[in-house]
């Protein structure tokens, strides 16, 4: 099992910045691709970032894209969102979670059934 914590979240005004980090733990933290995935009240969750297993290739939602930076320290089994000019909309729950597959399949790490472990989550809300 790998376990995964999220710390981070917080209040805030529009346009200011956060940065949430993940800390696996139980796994060999540099096999797997690492996520962010954000769920708002009567939405699903939603994919918001991914790193491959070096950090050399990432991928954005569109709604986050120049706002957002993901981010990995494979030494520190941890995993960075970087969140800047935020805005109401971006309010929502916040996990990580941890893919181990053989490729970085854009199509597949959007999805939440593709993913191994999921941390607990933690709350961002932004006040306009």
């Known amino acids: 099992q790998m376990q995964l914590v999220e710390s981070g979240g917080g209040l805030v005004q529009t346009g200011d910045s956060l940065r949430l980090s993940c800390v696996a733990s139980?796994?060999?933290?540099?096999?797997?691709?690492m996520s962010w995935f954000r769920q708002s009240p009567g939405r699903e969750r939603e994919f918001v970032a991914s790193?491959?297993?070096?950090?050399?290739?990432?991928h954005y939602a569109d709604s986050v894209k120049g706002r957002f930076t993901i981010s990995r320290d494979n030494a520190m089994n941890t995993v960075y969102l970087q969140m800047n000019s935020l805005k109401p909309e971006d309010t929502a729950v916040y996990y990580c979670?941890?893919?181990?597959?053989?490729?970085?399949?854009?199509?597949?790490?959007?999805?939440?059934?593709?993913?191994?472990?999921w941390g607990q989550g933690t709350q961002v809300t932004v006040s306009s």
């Open positions: 979670a941890a893919q181990r597959r053989p490729v970085f399949d854009t199509m597949l790490i959007v999805q939440t059934s593709s993913y191994d472990y």
């Open positions: 139980g796994r060999t933290f540099s096999d797997y691709s």
């Open positions: 790193i491959a297993w070096g950090g050399s290739t990432t």
